[in-house]
């Protein structure tokens, strides 16, 4: 069965300063990973998805991730963390490109300071 | 475009009662929706997947005569939470599959049963 782990619950970066979530997956075939963020009592905006071919990904908002197999990784990356970056951010991996189930990790609390 | 919203995005019930939430897509055509359950502090859950004309999947261990759902036509999928009970009281999220058959995320509805 698919899981995903994202090891750290809180990340508090400095405005200004890069970031990195970390994502891992678990899944026997081509996995098809997302991630996506969640402001405070909203819903989740897709942030970029990987299904297959360049290994590195652009998504909104200056968002970037990269698919590395040998590690199981899809790691989020933003080179320069604004305030309004401060969210709840999931990554998830599904079996498909169709109707697929999606298994969420569970999400990494952003803090931006000042 | 890609907007989904729900209905209500909060509501506090009586132990016993039923609440109905609605999903819709507001601007594109969806034959599969699902539904998400969020509790505090975790991860979405998987509860079950609405197809347009035919009834619901549902995940093992969601009970489906208590969550009911219906997805009467492209563009609205209901939740229905029968018989209410404090444990029910979560953060119920659903999902639309659109274009490039990416799930765009509602906001959310808060539901505590007293």
């Known amino acids: 069965a698919q899981s995903v782990t994202q090891p750290d619950i809180h990340i508090t970066v400095s405005e200004g300063a890069s970031l990195e979530l970390r994502c891992n997956y678990s899944y026997g075939a081509t996995p098809y990973l997302f991630w996506y963020v969640q402001s405070p009592g909203q819903g989740l905006q897709l942030l970029l998805k990987?299904?297959?071919?360049?290994?590195l990904v652009q998504g909104i908002k200056g968002f970037e991730a990269e698919f590395k197999r040998s590690q199981s990784s899809f790691n989020l990356r933003k080179p320069s963390v604004h305030w309004s970056d401060a969210a709840e951010y999931f990554c998830?991996?599904?079996?498909?490109?169709?109707?697929?189930?999606?298994?969420f990790g569970t999400g990494t609390r952003l803090l931006v300071s000042p | 475009g890609a907007v989904v919203s729900q209905h209500p995005s909060r509501v506090i019930c009586k132990s016993g009662t039923s609440v109905k939430i609605e999903c819709r897509s507001l601007d594109f055509q969806a034959t599969t929706m699902f539904w998400y359950r969020q509790f505090p502090k975790q991860s979405l859950m998987l509860m079950a997947t609405s197809n347009e004309g035919s009834k619901a999947t549902y995940e093992q261990g969601v009970e489906k005569d208590k969550f009911l759902i219906n997805h009467a036509s492209l563009t609205l999928s209901t939740l229905t939470v029968t018989s209410a009970h404090p444990e029910d009281s979560s953060f119920y999220i659903c999902s639309a599959v659109g274009m490039g058959e990416t799930q765009y995320f509602g906001p959310g509805t808060r539901l505590l049963v007293l």
């Open positions: 998830a991996v599904g079996e498909s490109t169709g109707f697929q189930k999606l298994v």
């Open positions: 990987y299904f297959s071919g360049d290994t």
